[in-house]
Nanobody, 119 residues
C-alpha cells in the first residue's frame, strides 16, 4: 500500500526558510519521480517541483527557481523540499505526489503539511 507522509511545516517569517520532508512506503521509491505541489488558500493546486527517481534531474515552477530545491535520499525513501526566501503568498498546504506506481494510472498523495508565512 502506497503511503506518503509529509512533515516539516510550521510558522515561518517572510524571507525565512523551511525544509519539508515526505516519507514514502509501499513501493520501490527509487524507481519513481516524486513531485511537490502547493495549494494556497483560494487558489488552484500548483506544481512546485519534480525530481527523478535517481535524483539526477529536477524541475521547478518558474516563480520558484533559485529559492526552492528538491532532493531525495533513496536509502531513506524520503524526498525533501528546501525553501528559502519565503513570501506570505506562499502560505498553503504542501503535498508530495507519486504517479503510476506499478503501472497503475493513478496518483497518490500525502495528507499535506502547511505553514503560514507571517511576521
Amino acid at each position: 500500500q502506497v503511503q506518503l507522509v509529509e512533515s516539516g511545516g510550521g510558522l515561518v517569517q517572510p524571507g525565512g526558510s523551511l525544509r519539508l520532508s515526505c516519507a514514502a512506503t509501499g513501493f520501490t521509491f527509487s524507481s519513481y519521480a516524486m513531485s511537490w505541489y502547493r495549494h494556497a488558500p483560494g487558489k488552484e493546486r500548483e506544481l512546485v517541483a519534480v525530481i527523478t527517481g535517481a535524483g539526477d534531474s529536477t524541475s521547478y515552477s518558474d516563480s520558484l527557481k533559485g529559492r526552492f530545491t528538491t532532493s531525495r535520499d533513496n536509502a531513506r525513501n524520503t524526498v525533501y523540499l528546501q525553501m528559502t526566501g519565503l513570501k506570505p503568498e506562499e502560505t498553503g498546504v504542501y503535498s508530495c505526489n507519486v504517479f503510476g506506481v506499478s503501472g497503475v494510472t493513478r496518483e497518490y498523495w500525502g495528507q499535506g503539511t502547511q505553514f503560514p508565512v507571517s511576521p
